[in-house]
């Protein structure tokens, strides 16, 4: 199973499911779509590249499910599928003395040389994707999705699958 609709008092809640977290994402948007598109076969004509952060796996869902919201607002775009999709995080380490950011290997190299100044741990996730979609004007939907919501909102493992719970406004 890649998603399932969950019972909700006013929204639609879902939850995407995945051996990895890019699949669980993955599956994410295709649950998204549905609820967009109400199972429209969407022809895949233009590619897109997303890039989008967040501070934890919670808001890299939210950016990147909100991603497509936009696109459709701005651009026309609607998916049809995701040809490739990337998760990274990255440690960024800010050096409370001067502000300074800098990524994990200068970081290494500063406790490594003995400097005992502090210095602030935070993890930042990146997601790269390739999607494809077409021009919402040639299909007849009517997107009723108006927001993403943190509300009820997780990305988790468990076992040995990645489940990522969603609620949307419409």
Known sequence: MKYKFLEHTADIKFQAFGKTIEKAFENSAYALQEVMTKKIKIKPVIKKKIEVKGRDKEA????????????????????????????????????????????????????????????????????????????AENYNFSNNVKAITYNSMFVKKEGKVYICQVVVDV
């Open 60 to 135: 890299l869902l939210y950016n990147f499910l909100e991603e497509f919201l936009f696109l459709l607002d701005s651009e026309n775009f609607v998916l049809s599928k995701i040809n490739k999709i990337n998760i990274k995080d990255n440690l960024i380490i800010i050096n409370n003395k001067n502000n300074k950011s800098s990524k994990d290997e200068l970081a290494l190299k500063v406790i490594k040389d003995g400097n005992k100044e502090q210095y602030n741990h935070n993890k930042e996730y990146k997601l790269i994707a390739e999607v494809i979609g077409d021009n």
